[in-house]
C-alpha cells in the first residue's frame, strides 16, 4: 500500500466511514508498520492540523493524538524507552523529523534527576531506573553527583567512599537508592559511572573484594546464630 492509499484510508476513519483501519494494515512486518505509522502521523501533524515540527515538539498531547484517531496507530511506532518515562512530545517530535528536532536522551535525563534533586521528593518517572535504558540513566545521574556535588582528593579515594557506608548515604542522600539494585554492589554503581579515562581497575577490584569479603563474613556470622 503506498503513501496516498495509507491517507486515503485514515480519511475514511477521520470522517467516520469505518472505524479501524484494515488488519491488513499492520500485517507487513515491524519496520513497514512503523514506516506507515510515521506517514499517518506526519499526514495528521502536516495536513490536517497544519503544525511545524516544533509545534509538535511544544504542544502534542494524548488528547491531540486520540482527537486525531492516531492512539492506536502510535504503538506501531516502536517508542520504547523514553517513551516509558511518560507522555514525551518532544521525543515524538524527534521520532516524526529526527533531521529537524534533535533529541538528547543524556539531557533529558539530567534535566528530570536535577528537578528531583531541586523537589527533594525522590518521585522519578515510572521505569526511569528500569532495564538497559534505566542502568544508562542511573550512571548519568551518579556521574553528575560526582562531578557537581562532590570533592574526593584522588580517585582511590572515591572508591575508599563507595566501599563504605558513606557510598551508601551518598546514593540515599542524592534520591539513586532505586537505582542501587541495577548495580551488583555500590562500587559496581560508581565504577560504571566514571568515565573510561577515570576507572581504575585496580582500586575497583580491590574494594569490591573488601565490599565481598565484609558480606561473606555478615552472612556467615548470621549462619552461626
Known sequence: MNQRELCCEYETI??????NFPGSFWEQGEVESRENAIVLFRYA???ILNWTPLDVKNALTPEIIDMLKLTVVMKYMNITGEYDLGFNSHYIAHLLYP????YDSAQVTLSIFKNVLKNGSGAYPKKFFHDEAGVYRARICLSYVLRNELLFSSIQDVYKCFASSEGIRIINK??????????????????????????????YNYYKFQVLYREQRRLYKENEL
Not at 477521520?14 to 472505524?19: Q, V, Y
Open 14 to 19: 477521520l470522517l467516520g466511514k469505518r472505524r
Open 99 to 102: 533531521t529537524i528536532i534533535p
Open 174 to 203: 542524592y534520591h539513586l537508592s532505586a537505582a542501587a539494585p541495577l548495580f551488583e554492589t555500590p562500587i559496581d554503581f560508581l565504577h560504571q559511572s566514571l568515565s573510561e579515562t577515570q576507572r581504575n581497575p585496580f582500586w
Open 45 to 47: 501533524i502536516e495536513k
